[in-house]
Nanobody
Framework: QLQIVESGGGLVQPGGSLRLSCEAPGFTLDYSNIGWFRQAPGKEQEAVSC????????GYVDSVQGRFTISTDNSKNTVYLQMNSLKPEDTAVYYCAVDWNPAPPICTLLPRYDSWGQGTQVTVSS
C-alpha cells in the first residue's frame, strides 16, 4: 500500500536546525518530483521547496531561500529537507508530496502532486 512517510520534525530553538525526511516504502522516487509544503495554524498551506529527481531542478519559496536545502539520497530512496537558521515563523506541519510522473521533469511549488504524507510537526520556539 502506498504511503508517503515524513519524519524528523520536532521542537527546536530559534536559530537551530532540523532535517526532515520523506520516503515511500516499497516505491521508487527516482523519476518523481517531490514537494515540501507546510501549514501553520490558521493559515493556508504554503509551498516550501521542491526537487525533480529526474531533471535535477530544485525550487524554494523566498522565505526559506538560503536557509533550507532539499536533497536526495538515491541509495536510500529518501528526500531530505535540511532546515537551518529556523525562525518561529517556520512553525508548521510539514508535508511531503510526490508527483510520480512529472512531464516535463521540472519541479513546481504549486500543489500539483499525486500523493501526500500525513505531515510532521515542526515547532520553533524558545
Amino acid at each position: 500500500q502506498l504511503q508517503i512517510v515524513e519524519s524528523g520534525g520536532g521542537l527546536v530553538q530559534p536559530g537551530g536546525s532540523l532535517r526532515l525526511s520523506c520516503e515511500a516504502p516499497g516505491f521508487t522516487l527516482d523519476y518523481s518530483n517531490i514537494g515540501w509544503f507546510r501549514q501553520a495554524p490558521g493559515k493556508e498551506q504554503e509551498a516550501v521547496s521542491c526537487i525533480s529527481l529526474r531533471g535535477g531542478t530544485t525550487g524554494y519559496v523566498d522565505s526559506v531561500q538560503g536557509r533550507f536545502t532539499i536533497s536526495t539520497d538515491n541509495s536510500k530512496n529518501t528526500v531530505y529537507l535540511q532546515m537551518n537558521s529556523l525562525k518561529p515563523e517556520d512553525t508548521a506541519v510539514y508535508y511531503c508530496a510526490v508527483d510520480w510522473n512529472p512531464a516535463p521533469p521540472i519541479c513546481t511549488l504549486l500543489p500539483r502532486y499525486d500523493s501526500w504524507g500525513q505531515g510532521t510537526q515542526v515547532t520553533v520556539s524558545s
